[in-house]
């Protein structure tokens, strides 16, 4: 059991503490491998949470994780960690999608017609919707209306029949202007059924304008660029989590979202001799995540620490303390981020996940301790609270 921090709150003498006892620094945590492995709680999670919590420092847990609504996620967590939680300190792979809803009518995917896949179920379609995306299909959707479409689709039949909804318009490949047509496609969580999700991410993007069934007469071009590969309106591809491996209740490290598109990514390179295959990733080490992810901190903090109106004015941020299990997400998105805000950013790496004991980091962390306990400690000992 890791040692407990001292049950007092921290010096206004700190560093990291103005003279009315507000910090200038707060704390972001991974949650698999830092504070869980799959549904079982680290030792000292729990305590190194509430002890932040109780003495208002701020913190968001920022996860490579999804697959459920950020509101459901809340409530499990707060039960788990003992901690309340709310949604305002709490960002996953795909919570920056939201912001794929905004925006002018130009640039907006509300509207339009989606493909979401990966996570269990109807459960990242769901997700979608409640982000505010009003047309969102999933493969087993197409697969249902249209078996043709994979030839072992007898395998999961019950699966997808049990989950599907009709189509907002039927496949017809050969009248393209009443047929199907996706605009994006969006990889939520990690999927389940590679093949399916695979067959059909590759049918689009070798499409005209997205239209299932049809195949781009573009494709191979050599006097276009890109030899002709997605340049005939394809739709636009995104990736949550970028994670090759995540840490679960088994003893290794289990192959992530970043496995599947490693593999789409090695289909694709066959199919087109290696064409440039354009696609956004967010998630942890991007540093989009990080921009987003801070600048909810930021709004957290503000209204943690009471800086709502003309009344109060909330110190700067000066500096964020990431906690995290895998060198190549967490640490290597926290020593890349540069801040708009001026906050320094530096990367704990804990022992309890990814991370194997004995080797040599891929991204060099400012410091490896041994859990999330001593993470927390260590942060507050640099901020001169101990």
Same mark, same amino acid.
């Given at each position: 059991?890791?040692?407990a921090?001292? =049950?007092r709150?921290?010096?206004?003498?700190g560093a990291?503490?103005?003279?009315d %006892?507000?910090s200038? +620094? #707060?704390f972001?945590f991974?949650?698999d491998?830092?504070?869980?492995r799959s549904s079982?709680?680290?030792?000292? #999670?729990?305590?190194?949470?509430k002890?932040?919590?109780?003495?208002? &420092?701020p +913190?968001?847990?920022?996860?490579?994780g999804? %697959?459920?609504?950020?509101s459901?996620?809340v409530?499990?967590?707060?039960?788990?960690?003992?901690?309340?939680?709310t949604?305002?300190?709490?960002?996953?792979?795909?919570?920056?999608f939201?912001q794929?809803?905004?925006?002018?009518e130009s640039e907006?995917?509300?509207?339009?017609?989606?493909l979401?896949?990966g996570?269990?179920?109807n459960?990242?379609?769901?997700i979608?919707?409640?982000?505010g995306f009003k047309n969102?299909?999933t493969?087993?959707? /197409?697969?249902?209306?249209?078996?043709?479409?994979?030839?072992?689709?007898?395998?999961?039949?019950?699966?997808?029949?049990?989950?599907?909804?009709?189509?907002?318009?039927?496949?017809?490949?050969?009248?393209?202007?009443?047929?199907l047509k996706?605009d994006a496609?969006?990889?939520?969580?990690s999927?389940r059924?590679?093949?399916?999700d695979s067959q059909?991410?590759?049918d689009l993007?070798l499409s005209?304008?997205?239209?299932l069934?049809?195949?781009s007469q573009?494709?191979?071009?050599? =006097?276009l660029p890109?030899?002709?590969?997605?340049?005939?309106?394809q739709?636009?591809?995104f +990736?949550?989590?970028?994670?090759? +491996?995540?840490?679960?209740?088994?003893?290794?490290?289990?192959i992530?979202q970043?496995?599947f598109?490693?593999?789409?990514q %090695?289909v694709w390179?066959?199919?087109?001799?290696?064409?440039t295959l354009?696609k956004?990733?967010?998630?942890?080490?991007? #540093?989009?995540?990080y921009k987003?992810?801070?600048?909810?901190?930021?709004?957290?903090?503000t209204q943690?620490?009471g800086?709502?109106?003309?009344?109060?004015?909330v110190i700067?941020l000066?500096?964020v303390?990431?906690?995290g299990?895998?060198?190549?997400s967490d /640490?290597?998105?926290?020593?890349?981020f540069?801040?708009s805000? %001026?906050?320094?950013?530096?990367? &704990?790496?804990v022992?309890?996940?990814v991370y194997?004991e004995?080797?040599?980091? #891929?991204?060099?962390?400012t410091?490896?301790?041994?859990d999330?306990?001593?993470?927390v400690?260590w942060?507050?000992?640099?901020?001169?609270?101990?």
């Amino acid at each position: 059991m890791p040692s407990a921090i001292p =049950s007092r709150r921290f010096s206004n003498n700190g560093a990291g503490v103005a003279v009315d %006892g507000m910090s200038s +620094f #707060a704390f972001a945590f991974d949650i698999d491998g830092v504070l869980l492995r799959s549904s079982t709680l680290i030792p000292g #999670a729990s305590e190194a949470l509430k002890y932040l919590h109780d003495n208002n &420092i701020p +913190f968001i847990l920022l996860t490579n994780g999804g %697959g459920k609504h950020e509101s459901t996620r809340v409530v499990e967590l707060s039960k788990k960690l003992g901690v309340p939680l709310t949604e305002e300190n709490f960002v996953q792979s795909h919570t920056p999608f939201k912001q794929l809803v905004e925006g002018d009518e130009s640039e907006s995917l509300k509207d339009k017609t989606i493909l979401v896949t990966g996570g269990d179920g109807n459960k990242c379609r769901n997700i979608a919707e409640m982000y505010g995306f009003k047309n969102v299909v999933t493969p087993g959707d /197409i697969l249902v209306s249209y078996p043709s479409i994979w030839p072992f689709n007898q395998s999961f039949s019950e699966h997808y029949i049990n989950n599907a909804r009709p189509l907002p318009r039927s496949v017809d490949y050969e009248n393209p202007s009443t047929s199907l047509k996706i605009d994006a496609v969006f990889v939520f969580n990690s999927p389940r059924d590679w093949a399916l999700d695979s067959q059909i991410i590759l049918d689009l993007l070798l499409s005209k304008d997205g239209v299932l069934g049809t195949y781009s007469q573009k494709n191979g071009d050599s =006097s276009l660029p890109n030899n002709g590969w997605l340049q005939d309106c394809q739709p636009k591809l995104f +990736f949550s989590n970028p994670d090759l +491996f995540w840490a679960t209740n088994h003893h290794l490290p289990r192959i992530g979202q970043g496995g599947f598109q490693a593999s789409l990514q %090695g289909v694709w390179d066959a199919t087109t001799g290696g064409a440039t295959l354009d696609k956004t990733i967010i998630g942890k080490p991007h #540093a989009a995540t990080y921009k987003y992810a801070e600048r909810v901190l930021n709004k957290h903090r503000t209204q943690l620490l009471g800086g709502e109106g003309e009344h109060k004015k909330v110190i700067r941020l000066n500096r964020v303390f990431m906690v995290g299990d895998n060198p190549e997400s967490d /640490i290597r998105g926290a020593n890349e981020f540069k801040s708009s805000h %001026g906050a320094e950013w530096s990367s &704990i790496l804990v022992k309890t996940g990814v991370y194997r004991e004995g080797t040599k980091p #891929a991204y060099e962390p400012t410091v490896i301790v041994d859990d999330v306990m001593e993470a927390v400690k260590w942060g507050l000992q640099e901020e001169g609270c101990m």
